[in-house]
């Protein structure tokens, strides 16, 4: 399966930008690091948890990672994004585009995994931090389960 520099990128962005709306939703500095670093996890793990999905090891794999080949934008987000929860749509929308780009190129199976991993990112920074201070107290907020069953549903996830 072959890509594009452009259509890897699209690729990569959308699960960076659906951990940075879920991250947003309860925006802390100390909460925000730990989301960061869960994202970063669940990012770099993915290759190894789909070891048989090519989308997956085109964009997420050590070799693709460590070469630098791939280059990620970082999101342009407006505070009036974040504020108004416009953020989910627009990493939906991403995610949208980024399946767009899939279909024809890749099995219907490597799809739904690669929307998988998505969630799974999704819900990694979700649980990583509570609301309180430090990150403590209720790790998955309503704000972000909310953000959660919409996302899982755009996603067509049972």
Excluded: H
């Amino acid at each position: 399966m072959t890509f594009t520099k452009e259509e890897l990128s699209a690729i990569a962005e959308a699960p960076m930008l659906v951990g940075l709306a879920v991250a947003m939703i309860d925006f802390g500095i100390v909460s925000s690091a730990i989301e960061a670093a869960a994202m970063s996890k669940e990012i770099t793990s993915a290759a190894q948890k789909f070891p048989n999905n090519s989308i997956i090891q085109s964009v997420f794999s050590d070799e693709v990672i460590r070469s630098g080949v791939l280059k990620i934008e970082k999101p342009q987000v407006t505070p009036e994004e974040v504020k108004s929860g416009a953020l989910i749509d627009k990493a939906i929308a991403q995610v949208n585009s980024a399946v767009d780009l899939l279909d024809g190129k890749a099995s219907a199976e490597e799809i739904m995994e690669y929307k998988q991993m998505i969630y799974s990112a999704a819900e990694a920074v979700a649980s990583a931090a509570g609301k309180g201070l430090f990150g403590s107290g209720e790790k998955v907020t309503v704000a972000e389960a909310a953000a959660l069953e919409k996302l899982k549903a755009a996603l067509e996830l049972a």
